[in-house]
């Protein structure tokens, strides 16, 4: 058994499945990666990718985990097998072959402050029933450092665009998040600048019954409300004038966020979109202000009203394709783990504040 892992270590390229499920709840992001070389002499190709999304009954199970007002520890308990017995089906499903499995599981708070954060997913389901090592829990190594456990991602965008300049990575998910890139690693600046897609969803989901404003088609139909913008300005400034380390989540960013907004629904999505692309513009005038070209991906880029809104503050703005604006999450995770058996540090100090770097990951196996 060992003898098979230890010739997994010395090998040179592996086939990893990179799984990544992110705040907005709404499935598993499945990316099959060949990588071969580390650090910034890595190179991967993505030889699949798929996103499934999840069974509507356990979309709520998670919502209603991220509420302290209503989860319980039974809750957490039964959630966190219930979703690694979900994930093995879905990938037994597609009938892939692979050497490794990064895991990132599924956030369900997160209290950089604090110092604690919770992924749930058990690994050992995925390591038995697929039968593969599990590198998992990307997050916790950092904040035992005294970091902040996120952004993780940030290392991956210095190793496949850490060359440019006067650009950053913009992952709008249900959280935004960006990353300053830099030749050299240890001045990159990477943080969470707030809201992504999530108030837009709230909304979305009270007034309209749908996941989300698909291609901004709401929005277009709204009127941006100035006295509205204000009162979220006021509720949300001491998030943007913070210096990071930054790091936030659905804890912050919900419903009661919208607390005391009056606003016919079609101009509260329109002026939360608005809002969406300032808060992201202020962050970056404040702590990155050379930032010239952003590299959006995440599911906001599909939101043309944002990305257009983004655009109007003087930004050029790329969109890669659209399989990488999907999967770089999930790609960013494989590209972890293959790095966890090459015995490489991932995290960036500068960007979460750990007192060192270290190798993120722990690894859960099949035998
Ligand atoms: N066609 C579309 N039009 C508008 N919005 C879209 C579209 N497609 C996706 N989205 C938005 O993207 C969200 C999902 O994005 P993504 O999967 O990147 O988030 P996530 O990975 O769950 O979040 P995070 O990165 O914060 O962990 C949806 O909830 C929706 O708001
Ligand atoms: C604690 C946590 O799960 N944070 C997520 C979340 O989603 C976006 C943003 O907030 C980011 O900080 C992070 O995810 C990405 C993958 C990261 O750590 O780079």
Same mark, same amino acid.
């Given at each position: 058994?060992?003898?098979?892992?230890?010739?997994?270590?010395?090998?040179?390229?592996?086939?990893?499945?990179?799984?990544?499920?992110?705040t907005s709840a709404d499935?598993?992001?499945?990316?099959?990666?060949?990588?071969?070389?580390?650090?910034?002499?890595?190179?991967?190709?993505?030889?699949?990718?798929?996103?499934?999304?999840y069974?509507?009954?356990l979309r709520e199970k998670i919502i209603r985990a991220y509420n302290?007002?209503v989860s319980?520890?039974?809750?957490?308990?039964?959630?966190?097998?219930?979703?690694?017995?979900?994930?093995?089906?879905?990938?037994?499903?597609?009938?892939?072959?692979?050497?490794?499995?990064?895991?990132?599981?599924?956030?369900v708070?997160?209290?950089?402050?604090?110092?604690?954060?919770?992924?749930?997913?058990?690994?050992?389901?995925?390591?038995?029933?697929?039968?593969?090592?599990?590198?998992?829990?990307?997050?916790?190594?950092?904040?035992?450092?005294?970091?902040?456990?996120?952004?993780?991602?940030?290392?991956?965008?210095?190793?496949?665009?850490?060359?440019?300049?006067?650009?950053?990575?913009?992952?709008?998910?249900?959280?935004?998040?960006?990353?300053?890139?830099?030749?050299?690693?240890?001045?990159?600046?990477?943080?969470?600048?707030?809201?992504?897609?999530?108030?837009?969803d709230v909304?979305?989901n009270?007034?309209?019954?749908?996941?989300?404003?698909?291609?901004?088609?709401?929005?277009?139909?709204?009127?941006?409300?100035?006295?509205?913008?204000?009162?979220?300005?006021?509720?949300?400034?001491?998030?943007?004038?913070?210096?990071?380390?930054?790091?936030?989540?659905r804890?912050?960013?919900n419903?009661?966020?919208?607390?005391?907004?009056?606003?016919?629904?079609?101009?509260?999505?329109?002026?939360?979109?608005?809002?969406?692309?300032?808060?992201?513009?202020?962050?970056?005038?404040?702590?990155?202000?050379?930032?010239?070209?952003?590299? @959006?991906?995440?599911?906001?880029?599909? /939101?043309? *009203?944002? #990305?257009?809104?983004?655009?109007?503050? $003087?930004? +050029?703005? =790329?969109?890669?394709?659209?399989?990488?604006?999907?999967?770089?999450?999930?790609?960013?995770?494989? @590209?972890?783990?293959?790095?966890?058996? /090459?015995? *490489?540090? #991932?995290?960036?100090?500068?960007?979460? $504040?750990? +007192?060192? =770097?270290?190798?993120?990951?722990?690894?859960?196996?099949?035998?």
């Amino acid at each position: 058994m060992w003898e098979k892992f230890l010739k997994l270590l010395k090998k040179d390229e592996r086939v990893v499945l990179g799984l990544m499920s992110g705040t907005s709840a709404d499935g598993l992001d499945i990316a099959l990666v060949k990588v071969s070389g580390k650090t910034q002499d890595l190179r991967f190709s993505l030889e699949f990718f798929k996103s499934i999304p999840y069974p509507k009954d356990l979309r709520e199970k998670i919502i209603r985990a991220y509420n302290p007002n209503v989860s319980t520890v039974k809750d957490i308990t039964e959630l966190n097998f219930a979703l690694a017995r979900e994930h093995v089906k879905m990938i037994k499903g597609l009938g892939l072959q692979f050497d490794l499995i990064g895991y990132h599981g599924q956030t369900v708070y997160h209290m950089p402050e604090a110092g604690a954060t919770l992924q749930l997913g058990e690994a050992d389901v995925l390591a038995v029933e697929l039968g593969v090592p599990v590198v998992h829990s990307f997050r916790t190594k950092d904040m035992a450092l005294g970091g902040q456990g996120a952004p993780i991602v940030s290392y991956f965008d210095w190793v496949v665009f850490g060359r440019e300049s006067g650009t950053a990575t913009l992952n709008i998910g249900g959280i935004a998040n960006l990353t300053y890139l830099s030749k050299k690693r240890e001045n990159v600046i990477a943080f969470d600048t707030g809201p992504g897609n999530c108030l837009i969803d709230v909304v979305v989901n009270k007034y309209y019954s749908q996941p989300f404003d698909i291609d901004g088609k709401i929005a277009k139909k709204g009127k941006i409300r100035d006295d509205v913008i204000e009162l979220l300005m006021m509720k949300d400034a001491d998030y943007i004038e913070k210096s990071p380390p930054k790091t936030t989540g659905r804890e912050r960013y919900n419903e009661e966020f919208l607390d005391g907004i009056k606003c016919p629904p079609k101009d509260l999505v329109r002026t939360l979109t608005r809002f969406t692309a300032l808060s992201i513009h202020l962050n970056i005038k404040k702590h990155v202000p050379k930032t010239k070209k952003l590299i @959006v991906t995440g599911g906001g880029a599909f /939101n043309p *009203v944002l #990305t257009d809104d983004i655009r109007s503050f $003087g930004y +050029e703005v =790329e969109i890669p394709d659209k399989t990488f604006v999907e999967a770089k999450e999930a790609i960013a995770i494989a @590209v972890l783990a293959n790095e966890f058996l /090459n015995g *490489v540090t #991932t995290n960036i100090p500068n960007v979460t $504040g750990a +007192e060192r =770097e270290a190798t993120l990951g722990k690894l859960s196996l099949p035998f």
